[in-house]
């Protein structure tokens, strides 16, 4: 790859990374540019993956205090995130080029839509879960949830998110704060099962995700300054309406 691809990936990872602080939906930006760029797609889902990590543990990080009194549900959900997450790396890295290229366009549409139904949903939690003490209401129920939540967030990844906090919604009363918290680390312990695993794939193209992982890391400090500037529904349907038209432009090539 030339300077020009590395320095365009820089920049869609840093809009990742800012994006992913703001609104959630990154994958939708980095994932279709370095296919754009001409990596194989189960190379650039990998890639994207390993880049964007920084990204989770900066989310987990910054809501650390809102984990607190979270320790029986962290170490109840967060084995079950990891195995999930490792599943879908494995997945992902054992799937065949066509038959990952041709379901790309339906998880990018569904990723989408995810996206589209975040705010919906945070206010459905946070208008039905209003009680501080966190209890699950079925321990099996919400290990399955995850682990299953996490092979989809292993295996492609955007809007994971949604996917775990709608089932900690459904499964938990607490209020929105300490579960968007707890979902953080959720993601982070999927994405680290699976980018762990990645990086011993074979599949992972070094100089760019180093690149890109930089990027993200300084996407993500500059989303979180810009939080309260920059309203986040709209940025939210600014990346819902990119995911869309990527969606139709694989369909298109694919089918």
Known sequence: MDILQFLIAAIGAFAAGAVNALAGGGTLITFPLLTALGLPAVTANITSTVSLFPGYFGATYAQRADLAGQRTQMKLLLPAAAVGGLFGGLLLAYSGEKTFRQIVPFLILFASLLLALGEPLKKWI??????????????????????????????????????????????????????????????????????????????????????????????????????????????????????????????????
């Open 126 to 255: 946070s208008a039905h879960n209003q009680n501080r003490q966190q209890s699950a209401k079925s321990p099996i129920i919400a290990v399955v949830a995850i682990v299953s939540a996490a092979v989809y967030g292993g295996y492609f990844g955007a809007g994971l998110s949604v996917i775990v906090l709608a089932f900690l919604g459904l499964l938990f009363d607490d209020s929105l704060t300490r579960l968007n918290a707890l979902k953080q680390a959720i993601a982070f312990a999927t994405n680290t099962a699976a980018a762990t695993y990645f990086l011993f794939s074979g599949k992972v193209i070094w100089s760019l995700a180093a690149v890109m992982a930089a990027s993200a890391l300084l996407g993500g400090i500059a989303g979180g300054k810009l939080a309260g500037k920059i309203s986040p529904t709209l940025l939210r349907w600014l990346v819902v309406s990119i995911g869309l038209i990527v969606a139709v432009i694989f369909f298109i090539q694919i089918y």
